[in-house]
């Protein structure tokens, strides 16, 4: 067996993987059993943060993992359920995030260029 480290690139998200294989292996089939660990270990690890991590009272959730491009509201800020408050990017596609309820923006919890998971709170609201 050979120990093989690879820097992998997820989503915009830098990984650091280490896989044991068989020697002999090519450079492709290393690098497709580096990502299928590093996937691997990534939904594992996402899964076990949300579970032990409780729901934010009035969050406002990512509905995919990606990178936030834009916030179009500050702390005090009222919203309506149609307005869009956080754009995101994911593989090359920017999905609006709409408040989802009516409410003023109490807290922004991300920034221009940040990355985010699925479930991520984005901000959070309080009853207008």
């Known amino acids: 067996m ?6 992998v690139i ?11 294989v068989e020697e002999g292996l090519g450079e492709r089939e290393l690098l497709l059993r580096a990502l299928e660990r590093a996937v691997i270990r990534e939904e ?11 729901s934010m009272p009035g969050a406002v ?4 993992s990606g990178r ?15 307005t ?16 989802g309820r009516r409410g003023k923006v109490k807290e922004v ?3 221009e260029g ?4 699925q479930g991520e709170p984005l901000l959070r609201l309080t009853a207008a």
Do not use: C, H, N
């Open 68 to 82: 936030v491009v834009e916030v179009r509201v500050g702390p005090g800020d009222e919203v309506q359920p149609d």
């Open 109 to 111: 919890l991300v920034k």
């Open 84 to 99: 869009v408050v956080v754009v995101l990017e994911s593989m090359k596609t920017q999905v609006e995030v709409r408040a």
């Open 114 to 117: 940040d990355a985010v998971r």
């Open 44 to 54: 594992r690890s996402f899964a076990a943060t949300k579970q032990l991590a409780p």
């Open 61 to 64: 959730e990512s509905p995919i």
């Open 2 to 7: 050979v120990r093989r480290r690879f820097r």
């Open 10 to 20: 997820l989503d915009g998200e830098v990984y650091e993987v280490e896989v044991e």
